[in-house]
């Protein structure tokens, strides 16, 4: 893999490295952030995390301020160019990066950590015992925090360098489907606990930039769900297993069910409750069946143009 990587992805020359004073390091970790024009985002999250040992925000030819607004933080800013395959941006940051600290941390640009969190995560780290952590994102979505509608879920952020890498879905993939990994989990070679305080997650822009990276995870998706189980990396659905795996292998059964979408917005919006969060509530549900309805029509589409294909071939 790290050949391969090698070969497609951009060198560390690319690297650059801001002479910007940052504040003494309390919170001895790595921090990578994957970024494309996340100006907006940025500033939260990364002055969430200024007592970090080292930040590196992992960039994909971003047009408006996002390198900018890195360099003012002190952040050490690369540029990823995607050429498709695996593997993807923060595989490929954690694979390549001269990372110095003994424990890494994963963020997105719309995340932020709270200073009880950190405290938390500061204690953690010296847990010889433990090799990963899970946290729980608090999302935030059109102004106010979603507590309903399963839109809350944990997720294995902060790990021993070395012990986490990327499952890997699916290795035919390209620029269509974002250039960084969309519903792939970490697996740590080792034991994981969780941790108390939530991460909080800004899970939208606009409407507009959501539905664009929506589209992307729909192309994604399908090809995962056709195709994919191949992949003898990926991490097995099983009702038994983490809440990845419980979700994985729930969603497995749903897409097998006809007007599965309705059904989606049947169970997140009155069964978990998402109608006690208001119109963002109804908004945030609706949008989560518009997807399983766009990656089921990609799915047909897909399947379709495969058998067009064998056909010809015969």
Not at 121 to 140: E, F, K, P, T, W
Not at 155 to 173: I, T
Not at 298 to 306: M, V
């Amino acid at each position: 893999m790290q050949g391969t990587s090698s070969l497609l992805m951009p060198k560390l020359e690319d690297a650059k490295r801001v002479p910007v004073e940052r504040p003494r390091p309390t919170f001895p970790v790595t921090v990578i952030i994957p970024v494309r024009n996340e100006a907006r985002n940025l500033p939260r999250c990364l002055e969430s995390v200024r007592g970090a040992g080292e930040v590196y925000v992992i960039d994909s030819q971003s047009t408006d301020a996002t390198i900018e607004v890195a360099e003012s933080y002190g952040a050490h800013v690369v540029q990823f160019q995607y050429r498709g395959g695996w593997p993807k941006k923060r595989q490929w940051a954690m694979e390549s990066l001269p990372i110095s600290c003994d424990w890494i941390l994963l963020l997105d640009a719309d995340e932020m950590v709270t200073p009880e969190l950190e405290q938390e995560m500061r204690s953690a780290i010296q847990n010889s015992a433990v090799d990963g952590y899970y946290v729980c994102l608090r999302m935030h979505f059109l102004g106010r925090i979603l507590r309903h509608g399963d839109a809350n879920f944990w997720k294995l952020v902060l790990f021993r360098r070395g012990k986490g890498r990327y499952e890997c879905r699916f290795r035919d993939q390209d620029s269509s489907m974002a250039d960084m990994e969309v519903h792939e989990h970490i697996v740590v070679d080792g034991s994981t606990s969780r941790l108390r305080s939530a991460l909080i997650h800004n899970n939208i822009e606009s409407l507009d930039r959501y539905i664009q990276k929506h589209n992307e995870y729909s192309n994604w998706e399908a090809r995962v769900l056709l195709l994919g189980e191949q992949n003898a990396l990926e991490l097995p659905p099983s009702l038994l297993g983490t809440q990845a795996q419980r979700r994985r292998w729930l969603k497995k059964k749903l897409y097998g069910l006809p007007g599965s979408p309705v059904v989606l917005f049947l169970y997140r919006y009155f069964l978990r409750l998402g109608f006690l969060d208001g119109v963002p509530g109804l908004i945030y549900c609706g949008f989560q069946a518009v997807q399983m309805f766009h990656t089921k029509s990609k799915i047909y589409e897909l399947k379709s143009r495969l058998q067009q294909e064998a056909a010809k071939g015969n």
